[in-house]
Every structure is written in structure tokens, then in C-alpha cells.
């Protein structure tokens, strides 16, 4: 056992940052790793506002929906392999070396954007981003988690869960900042280069993780580093249980140096370590927390706000609520533990779904009407698809939907959510709309319903950000036996990124065929699937030296009667709790 197992109530948060004053060699540790979350936050973030520019500079992007999630999704791709690749870098290599190399990926993609002439290459930079935000994903909180001690464990990797949603805060303000600036998204894109090169400098002065090092028999380094992160009336015990730990795992493999993937997937321990970490990060994605982050500009012009800065402004909000959400999870980590957390997080995602649900309903069946005496104002340009078609049954949302060419809704002079016409989309019509004081809209229609959408995404945001927002990059640090680490860390990433690539490259798509108020409501029934799963399988980990993990696994089991206090094989009450 590491050096016993903790007490941890609420003065463990208190505790997290009074070691910035006694050892601030820890947070060092911490923080410098954890920019790889600022990257990977601010890649999700930053692109969102990007593309609502990149649409304006490629006209081909704007008019095909699976060209705007290619450019999103292949960073997705990208990341795929690199948490895939990472898993392996990671054992054989080391924390720090794939760190390294994740932030040279991010910054030679970085460049590639900025400097994109076209879809094509843009897209090629975006592949070079993914596969270093994939890798830096896993490995971030692994290096953190690795070099922490475990009463303050869960706080200081939700350091890591901050920076990520502080990136995507980050990533809001830099797209309002360059609106108007020449190029804009091209530095929207381009200043994603100075955190990994920031985080690069950093990490060539900080040390290799303890574990990995006396996993590889480099003893004398690894118990340097670790009498620099505990205190010495702790180090020897935490000494000790690391080794043992290490020399039960190569009587029990023959060799501290080999993996057996066959193995792993027979271990019990490794096996439902996986089920409930491969879970989280599965059904992170699928309760749709990145589709609001990759298009939330996007979303708030379906909600009925016509500007890119008006929609990139109130985009800032919610990512404002992300990162204030995350300052929270760092509060209630050790205090509350992983399962509450979680539990809450879910019931809050439902209640907020459900309201986005029945706000988007009413926003598509209440769209304003077409006025043939608005559209006839602009006689030059009308809707080739609506001079066609009868009269009746014209709404703006029916205007929008109009092809060959596409068409979009100037709003009524005296109020937008009276009739208005419905016009040819290109740039000489919105800048004519603009022109007489009218709103212009090409991806939503006005609507009075526009500020609930808004509060439901705020509903959202404060409800995802402490729970699933963190806690399963916790859960994912700490659940793996030693030996098997890097890999299921990896294995588990690479889950996550692919789901995420599925509903990145699938959402757009879906509210067009199904519709939005739909594509919520199925998310929304994903996340009481979610909630179930984590009363059943996901253990409490709070408090619980890395070494004591292993051991809690092996007598742990699905309970699927989550009501029940969970017991011992002598009939006491556990340490784990519901």
C-alpha cells in the first residue's frame, strides 16, 4: 500500500493549495503537464468560432455540411491515433518524452493552419493537431497523477480538467479578439502554437514520472524525484510500496518489462478497470458535451441570434460556465468522491437536455412566416424555390431549407419575428438586408424562445463540467494497475476520441435530418443510459492510494442492486461507498 490510506475530507482542497507555499515543486509538476489539457481545450474550443470565418473565406465549406465537420472531425482522427500511439510511447519511452513529443505535433499543426490556402491543407493541419491533443489527452493526467500525493490526487488532476476548460475559455476570447483583425481565423488558429511551444520549454527541466522510472529499474532517479514531492516522514513508506508493488508485478510476469495484452484483457482487475474507465469516457462524448463545445456559436445562431459576434460573445459565456465548473470539481473531488460527482453531473445533463429538447421544438414550429410583399422588395433577389411553390405554408425555417440554390430570411424592418422575405444566400443579399437595418439569417431563424436555449446551455455547462467533465480523466489516472497503466490509459483515450469523432461528424448531419430539438432529446436518453452505468459499474476511488486500487477491484463486481450499501467478503461496510 502507498503509504496507507488517507483520510480525505474537505481539507483536503485546503490542503492542495497550502503545498503551493511548503512544496511548490508539486505544483510545478502539475501545472507545467497539465498545459496539455490548455491544448486540448483550446483546440475543441477555438475551431468552433474559426469555422463560422473559415465559411466566409472557402465558399465550399459554407455550402457542404460534411466539409465543416471534416475540417472539425480529422483533429478528431488525428487524435485517435496519437492517444492510440500514445499508450505504447508512454510505457516504453516515458511520460515526459510523450509529451514532448505531443507538443510538436500541436505546433507544426498549428503553423500548417495559419498558414492554410485551402480546405485541403487546412485539413492536414488539423490532422497534425489531433494527433498531438490525442496523445497529450492520456498522458497528461498520468504524469500528474503519477507525481502526486494520494490525499490530494483527485484535486491536482482536476488541475488538468481546469486547464482544459480554461483553454476553451482562452480559445473564446482569442476568436473575439481577431474578428476584425485581417485573417482572422488564420490567428484564431496560428496562436495555438504558443502554449505547446510554452509547455515544451517547461517540460525539458522537469523530471520523468517516479513510477515509470523505477518500473525500469532506474531506482536511484526515482526515489530523488519522489523525496522531492513528499514529505520525509512519508517518502520512505511511499518508497517501500512502490517497490513492492514493481517486484510483485515481475514475479507475477516473469519480467518488469513486458506487457501481455492477452493477459490484460484476463486479468480481472485490468478487465473491470477498463469496463468502467472505457464507460466513462464513451458516454463523456455521447451525452453530447462536444457538440456544444465544437459548435456552440453555431447552436446559438439555430437558437435565433443572427451575428458571428454575437453568437461567438455568448459562446464565451458558456465556456466561462465550463471553466468555473471545472474550479468547483478541484473543490468537491476529494471531498465528495468520483461516484457522487458523477451522479449528480448526470441528473443535471438530463433536466438540462430535456429543456434544450423542448426549447428547439418550439423554435422550429413557431419560426416567422414568408411575406410575399417583404419578398417582393427585394424582387431581384427572391428564393427561386419560393417564387416556385405556393404561398401558403412558408416559414422562415422552410426558407432555409431551400436548395439549388440556397436561401436565407431577411427579417421584417419593424420586427424580426414578423414575416420577412425569404432571398437568394450570398453575400450582395446579406450585405443588401444589413443595409436597410434588417437582420440576416442562413442557420437559424428569430425566435422568441432564442434566451431559454441560452439558459439551457448554461444548464448544461454547470451541471457536465464538475462531474463528467472531469472525473473520468480522474477515474482513468488512477484505476489501472502499474504495469498495465499506459496502455489501458491509452486504450481508454483512444475510446474517447473515437466517440468523440462520432458525434462531431454526425451532428450537423443529424439536425439537419432529424432536427435539433431531436438530436437533444437523443442525447438526453444516452445520459440516463450513462447514469445507470455509473450507479452499476464504476467504483469509488476517493482517498485510495494507487496501489490500493488494484486490490479494491479484484473483490468488486457490476452491482446492479446500486441501492444497497456495498459490503466486504466479511459482511462489514467497505471504504468503498455509492
Not at 45 to 74: C, M, N
Not at 170 to 199: D, E
Not at 292 to 320: E, R
Amino acid at each position: 500500500m502507498e503509504g496507507g490510506v488517507h483520510e480525505v475530507d474537505a481539507s483536503a482542497f485546503r490542503e492542495c493549495f497550502s503545498l503551493a507555499w511548503r512544496n511548490p515543486y508539486v505544483l510545478r509538476l502539475a501545472f507545467s503537464a497539465g498545459i496539455g489539457g490548455l491544448l486540448f481545450g483550446y483546440d475543441t474550443g477555438v475551431i468552433s468560432g474559426a469555422l463560422l470565418y473559415i465559411r466566409d473565406d472557402f465558399p465550399s465549406v459554407d455550402k457542404k455540411t460534411w466539409l465543416q465537420e471534416s475540417i472539425v472531425s480529422t483533429a478528431v482522427a488525428g487524435a485517435i491515433i496519437g492517444a492510440a500511439i500514445g499508450g505504447w510511447v508512454n510505457d516504453r519511452f516515458g511520460r515526459k518524452t510523450s509529451i514532448l513529443v505531443a507538443d510538436f505535433l500541436f505546433f507544426v499543426g498549428a503553423v500548417i493552419m495559419a498558414s492554410a490556402p485551402n480546405p485541403t491543407l487546412l485539413i492536414v493541419g488539423r490532422v497534425f493537431v489531433g494527433l498531438g491533443v490525442g496523445m497529450a489527452s492520456m498522458t497528461s493526467p498520468l504524469y500528474i497523477s503519477e507525481a502526486s500525493p494520494a490525499r490530494i490526487r483527485g484535486a491536482l488532476v482536476s488541475t488538468n480538467g481546469f486547464l482544459i476548460t480554461g483553454g476553451q475559455f482562452l480559445s473564446y476570447l482569442i476568436n473575439l479578439a481577431f474578428t476584425k483583425a485581417p485573417g482572422t481565423w488564420r490567428w484564431m488558429l496560428g496562436v495555438a502554437a504558443l502554449p505547446a511551444l510554452t509547455q515544451f520549454i517547461l517540460m525539458l527541466f522537469l523530471p520523468e514520472s517516479p513510477r515509470w522510472l523505477y518500473r525500469k529499474r532506474r531506482e536511484e532517479e526515482a526515489e530523488a524525484i519522489l523525496r522531492k514531492i513528499y514529505p520525509a516522514n512519508e517518502v520512505e513508506g511511499e518508497i517501500q510500496a512502490l517497490k513492492e508493488s514493481v517486484e510483485a508485478e515481475i514475479r507475477e510476469e516473469g519480467s518488469s518489462e513486458k506487457i501481455n495484452l492477452i493477459k490484460l484483457l484476463k486479468t480481472k482487475t485490468v478487465r473491470r478497470g477498463l469496463v468502467a474507465g472505457v464507460g466513462l469516457q464513451v458516454f463523456q462524448q455521447f451525452v453530447g458535451i462536444n457538440t456544444v463545445m465544437y459548435y456552440s456559436p453555431t447552436i446559438v445562431q439555430l437558437a435565433g441570434f443572427a451575428s458571428n459576434q454575437t453568437a461567438l460573445a455568448l459562446s464565451l459565456v458558456t465556456s466561462g460556465l465550463n471553466a468555473l465548473g471545472s474550479i468547483v470539481s478541484i473543490y468537491f473531488i476529494d471531498r465528495t468522491g468520483r461516484k457522487k460527482l458523477l451522479i449528480i453531473s448526470l441528473c443535471g445533463v438530463v433536466l438540462s437536455l430535456g429543456v434544450l429538447s423542448a426549447v428547439f421544438h418550439e423554435t422550429t414550429s413557431h419560426s416567422p412566416g414568408i411575406s410575399r410583399q417583404e419578398t417582393a422588395h427585394f424582387a431581384a433577389y427572391s428564393c427561386p424555390a419560393y417564387q416556385s411553390a405556393s404561398a401558403t405554408g412558408w416559414d422562415c425555417m422552410k426558407c432555409l431549407k431551400a436548395s439549388s440554390p440556397d436561401c436565407g430570411f431577411c427579417a421584417a424592418a419593424a420586427d424580426k419575428l414578423y414575416p420577412g422575405a425569404c432571398l437568394i444566400s450570398n453575400s450582395t443579399v446579406k450585405d443588401l438586408c444589413h443595409g436597410e437595418n434588417r437582420l440576416w439569417y442562413t442557420r437559424g431563424c428569430p425566435s422568441r424562445f432564442g434566451w431559454l436555449a441560452l439558459i439551457g446551455l448554461a444548464l448544461y455547462i454547470i451541471f457536465f463540467s464538475p462531474g463528467m467533465g472531469t472525473v473520468p480523466w480522474i477515474v482513468n489516472s488512477e484505476i489501472y494497475p502499474l504495469r498495465f497503466r499506459g496502455v489501458c490509459g491509452g486504450i481508454a483515450a483512444t475510446a474517447n476520441w473515437i466517440s468523440n469523432l462520432i458525434v462531431a461528424q454526425s451532428f450537423l448531419s443529424l439536425t439537419e435530418a432529424i432536427g435539433t430539438s431531436w438530436t437533444f432529446l437523443i442525447f438526453g436518453v444516452i445520459s440516463v443510459i450513462a447514469l445507470f452505468f455509473v450507479l452499476t459499474c464504476v467504483p469509488e476511488t476517493k482517498g485510495l492510494p494507487i496501489e490500493e486500487v488494484e486490490k479494491m477491484l479484484e473483490h468488486r463486481a457490476a452491482r446492479f442492486r446500486f441501492w444497497r450499501k456495498e459490503t466486504d467478503g466479511d459482511g462489514k461496510d467497505s471504504n468503498v461507498t455509492v
